[in-house]
């Protein structure tokens, strides 16, 4: 590794005589920078790598004190030697309570302090190369105990023997209590960007999660991944479990801030480390069978043994379908009764019966519900609800009692929505073309048209190839090209703002569209209706 120093003084004559007459490659240094301020050193120590600090000590715009007090402030691993024409004890005092090395008085040969940097230089050396090797060795153990983690959570059956091996080979004591927390994200594997996410979450919850908890003082044994979409955190011998369980939740805020899918957190009880099978297998009874709370955690001390959740005896709350249903055909309350829908949600999750198999069979009847009142207003499931949106929603329905009920309110404002927009086909594609040209500069999706309307994307494209012969996409695409030819006929706008207008932000994409479209180039085409309407004058 190159080494670098800083030498800080106001009297730019002896910066420039030490920087020049030093023996710093003998002393093993490779870059020397210099500054005659606090200001000028800072904007450096912030650039550079820089491991070693020579420095005056009284300087008129900020003593070398005050910089060294900056440095530690900032946890800039700088070794400090100050250098002062002042034997000044309080100083000396402060140096060492700011860890200098030393405190050398002007003026000094340059030989004497060689000697002095040199031996600072080695003993830095030796201690870095001791620390490298103990965080390499760390490194490997936590690789060796990560790997341990993941074949434990993926062999069920082996995991008694296993538990023994590593206490009989010392890798683990009898006395260490474990806790495991599991972070389950919520996606979806038949999405395009399903390779891309997996790579994301893994980067997150592995580098993300242990940086989070070692920022708390709370260092993981391991993070174990069992599934593509779920991890385990495995810590060891915590101390309090109140601090872990607030930096737990800290930790679930900044994965909703930063993770573009939803997550859950199991977090178990602490056990004897032999315990850790029965703590497993009851995190594994949690997310089968219990659905987590307001904020998607869900913690095991909170559930009692005799918790009907966990005993799998939960009964089932009939719901009063017939009631809804009768609402909705008298006098198609969706509002209300998409509130009394969600307040049985919430009634039934504080009775403690809303386990994850009885919210299955709510969603199962609440989806007939839909089906009988759209079929009543003469229109099909296919045309409001785009499945795979349905689906993606349906499923992150089972991250939290609130999103169970975002759920509920999303299908009702669909309807609604779809209620207050009726007409007939043709008026649907009229909208859909009126917004269409209104909006040729913006971004122009099926499913920004389809919500537009209050449709199913896959409903609004057939029924628009349907009425006009052309799909949404080439519709689009026609109509961009007619508006540039427009602009090129009758404006002086450049090229390039031409394509802005019409959206598209590539203007080499433009001009080979343009040029399938018309034959010509956008330029060529210009010079072609110019010539035109000249020789007509």
Same mark, same amino acid.
């Given at each position: 590794m190159e080494l670098s120093i800083l030498i800080v003084d106001d009297d730019k004559l002896l910066v420039d005589k030490l920087e020049e007459t030093v023996q710093w490659e003998k002393i093993g240094i490779s870059m020397v920078f210099t500054a005659y301020n606090i200001r000028q050193a800072q904007k450096l120590l912030e650039e550079f790598p820089i491991q070693f600090l020579l420095c005056d000590i009284d300087m008129p715009q900020g003593s070398g004190l005050e910089l060294l007090e900056w440095i530690r402030d900032n946890q800039m691993e700088v070794e400090c030697v100050f250098l002062s024409s002042y034997a000044n004890f309080a100083y000396a005092q402060k140096a060492l309570r700011l860890s200098a090395r030393e405190y050398l008085l002007k003026?000094?040969?340059?030989?004497?302090?060689?000697?002095?940097?040199?031996?600072i230089i080695e003993e830095t050396r030796e201690k870095r190369e001791r620390r490298s090797a103990e965080e390499q060795n760390l490194g490997q153990q936590r690789k060796g105990k990560t790997e341990f983690w993941e074949d434990f959570f993926r062999n069920p059956s082996e995991q008694e023997r296993m538990l023994a091996q590593v206490l009989e080979e010392g890798f683990y004591q009898e006395t260490d209590v474990l806790i495991l927390e599991v972070i389950k994200i919520f996606a979806d594997d038949k999405d395009i960007?399903?390779? $891309?996410? &997996?790579?994301?979450?893994?980067?997150?919850?592995?580098?993300? !999660?242990?940086?989070?908890? #070692?920022?708390?003082?709370?260092?993981?044994?391991?993070?174990?991944?069992?599934?593509?979409?779920?991890?385990?955190?495995?810590?060891?011998?915590?101390?309090?479990?109140?601090?872990?369980?607030?930096?737990?939740?800290?930790?679930?805020?900044?994965?909703? $801030?930063? &993770?573009?899918?939803?997550?859950?957190?199991?977090?178990?009880? !602490?056990?004897?480390?032999? #315990?850790?099978?029965?703590?497993?297998?009851?995190?594994?009874?949690?997310?089968?069978?219990?659905?987590?709370?307001?904020?998607?955690?869900?913690?095991?001390?909170?559930?009692?043994?005799?918790?009907?959740?966990?005993?799998?005896?939960?009964?089932?709350?009939?719901p009063p379908w017939e009631i809804w249903q009768k609402t909705l055909h008298n006098s198609e309350d969706l509002d209300g009764v998409c509130r009394n829908i969600c307040d049985f949600l919430k009634e039934t999750f504080a009775k403690g019966v809303l386990t994850i198999e009885n919210l299955e069979r709510f969603l199962r009847e609440l989806e007939q519900l839909v089906y009988c009142y759209l079929g009543e207003q003469q229109m099909s499931f296919s045309q409001l609800f785009d499945s795979r949106e349905f689906d993606r929603r349906e499923r992150d329905s089972f991250h939290s009692l609130d999103a169970a009920v975002g759920f509920v309110e999303w299908i009702f404002g669909t309807i609604k929505g779809r209620g207050n927009s009726r007409r007939s086909q043709e008026d649907v594609?009229?909208?859909?073309?009126?917004?269409?040209?209104?909006?040729?500069?913006?971004?122009?999706?099926?499913?920004?048209?389809?919500?537009?309307?209050?449709?199913?994307?896959?409903?609004?494209?057939?029924?628009?190839?349907?009425?006009?012969?052309?799909?949404?996409?080439g519709y689009i695409a026609n109509r961009r090209m007619e508006k540039a030819k427009d602009y090129l006929e009758h404006s002086s706008l450049p090229v390039s703002r031409i394509a802005m207008e019409v959206g598209y932000s590539n203007f080499s994409y433009f001009s080979k569209t343009f040029r399938d479209f018309t034959g010509m180039t956008p330029n060529e085409y210009r010079n072609h209706m110019t010539k035109n309407s000249s020789d007509k004058k």
């Open positions: 003026p000094i040969s340059n030989q004497d302090l060689e000697a002095v940097l040199s031996r960007n399903y390779k $891309k996410d &997996l790579s994301l979450f893994n980067f997150v919850i592995r580098n993300i !999660t242990t940086e989070f908890f #070692e920022n708390n003082e709370q260092v993981m044994e391991a993070v174990a991944q069992v599934s593509d979409y779920e991890w385990v955190l495995v810590f060891r011998n915590l101390g309090e479990e109140e601090r872990f369980l607030e930096a737990s939740g800290d930790l679930k805020k900044h994965l909703n $801030k930063i &993770l573009p899918q939803r997550s859950c957190m199991y977090i178990g009880e !602490t056990r004897p480390l032999k #315990e850790t099978a029965v703590g497993w297998k009851q995190i594994e009874i949690m997310e089968k069978k219990i659905l987590p709370g307001t904020d998607g955690i869900l913690c095991e001390r909170d559930i009692s043994e005799q918790d009907q959740m966990l005993s799998g005896n939960a009964a089932y709350r009939l594609v009229s909208q859909v073309k009126d917004y269409i040209e209104g909006h040729l500069n913006e971004e122009l999706s099926r499913g920004i048209l389809a919500k537009m309307v209050y449709l199913s994307e896959d409903y609004v494209s057939k029924l628009f190839k349907n009425t006009t012969g052309m799909s949404l996409p």
